[in-house]
């Protein structure tokens, strides 16, 4: 039986294999709440977010049971300083910054060409080439998408909470 963790108003599983399990026995979905930047290992990822319905479909076909978080787990103490947690933070974002910016290089290679012929459309002077247009863009990007922020905030209150 696979143990979901109940946790400030949320349901995660915190190991791989019962992960494993879930997505291709039972074919549930659920969301990780880890870190998101690329090649990183699914142990990272964890824990694994199941939705209510979903945590009610494991519990009545008795595929899964509900167990309070320890409260140990709740009120731990941080295991690093608040400056090393936010060198760690600032690090991570700029990982992710740096995978999106590709995301979105590669992105804006396979639609340069409309780019130019819609700047051609609108008679803006001189075009530049298709690099500058593409560094222009790029230069646009001065923050990470609020998807990616919003994955990240979770982290961001429980670590708050944990130094207040």
Known sequence: MIDIVVSNGGSFVWSSDDWYKLRMDHRIIGSFEGAVADNESIHIRLPFRLTPVET??????????????PQKMRACQPLVSYEVYRSLRKE?????????????????????DKIIEGKR???????????????????????????????DYSRVVQVAMILE
């Open 56 to 69: 009610q479909f494991l519990v009545k076909h008795k595929i899964g049971r509900t167990v309070e978080a």
């Open 92 to 112: 991570r974002i700029s990982n992710q910054m740096e995978a999106y910016k590709m995301r979105k290089r590669e992105s804006l290679e396979s639609m340069v």
């Open 121 to 151: 459309k609108k008679g803006r002077g001189i075009i530049p080439d298709r690099d500058a247009i593409i560094q222009n863009e790029l230069a646009k990007i001065i923050s990470l998408p609020f998807e990616l922020i919003q994955q």
